[in-house]
């Protein structure tokens, strides 16, 4: 019973509950990055280099076979190095904003750390003054 008792205290701890809530989050952000970079940067890119789709740059293996009908019997093997190319440039977008977001959060942390310690402490209520000087004409007699 331990083993499930310390099972179900990992299970609904707040950070467990912050990773998934995180993965889902960063599922939808990748949605995102991949239509900004293939529908927003790679197509100018590719107009620049002369109107090239990056997603159809492969190198051929082997061709593919057709029958007499012209049906397609195998199907070529490739080695398609554009969708590399476009997976490299979604995962440079997605950890450069990372970044950013990273930065910003430890600005922000900084900041509050610093008003944190620039306040002063807030005086002993009055109560506590009066029991200290009771003390103090105590500790005279």
């Given at each position: 019973?331990?083993?499930?008792k310390?099972?179900?205290?990992?299970?609904?701890k707040?950070?467990?509950?912050?990773m998934?809530?995180?993965?889902?989050i960063?599922?939808?952000?990748g949605?995102?990055?991949a239509?900004?970079?293939n529908?927003?940067?790679m197509?100018?890119?590719?107009l620049a280099?002369?109107?090239?789709?990056f997603?159809?740059?492969?190198?051929?293996?082997?061709?593919?076979?057709?029958?007499?009908a012209g049906?397609?019997?195998?199907?070529?093997?490739t080695?398609?190095?554009?969708?590399?190319?476009?997976?490299?440039?979604?995962?440079?977008?997605?950890?450069?904003?990372?970044?950013?977001?990273?930065?910003?959060?430890n600005?922000?942390?900084?900041?509050?750390?610093?008003?944190?310690a620039?306040a002063?402490?807030?005086?002993?209520?009055?109560?506590?003054v009066?029991?200290?000087?009771?003390?103090?004409?105590?500790?005279?007699d």
């Amino acid at each position: 019973m331990g083993m499930i008792k310390e099972f179900k205290e990992f299970a609904v701890k707040g950070n467990v509950v912050d990773m998934a809530v995180g993965v889902i989050i960063g599922g939808a952000f990748g949605k995102i990055v991949a239509s900004l970079v293939n529908d927003v940067i790679m197509p100018p890119i590719g107009l620049a280099l002369g109107g090239m789709d990056f997603k159809k740059l492969a190198y051929v293996l082997k061709e593919a076979e057709l029958d007499a009908a012209g049906e397609v019997v195998t199907n070529a093997v490739t080695i398609n190095y554009g969708m590399f190319i476009q997976n490299v440039v979604d995962f440079a977008i997605v950890a450069f904003v990372i970044f950013l977001a990273i930065k910003g959060i430890n600005k922000m942390n900084k900041k509050e750390e610093k008003k944190e310690a620039a306040a002063p402490p807030p005086p002993p209520p009055k109560s506590e003054v009066l029991l200290e000087e009771i003390r103090d004409l105590l500790k005279k007699d």
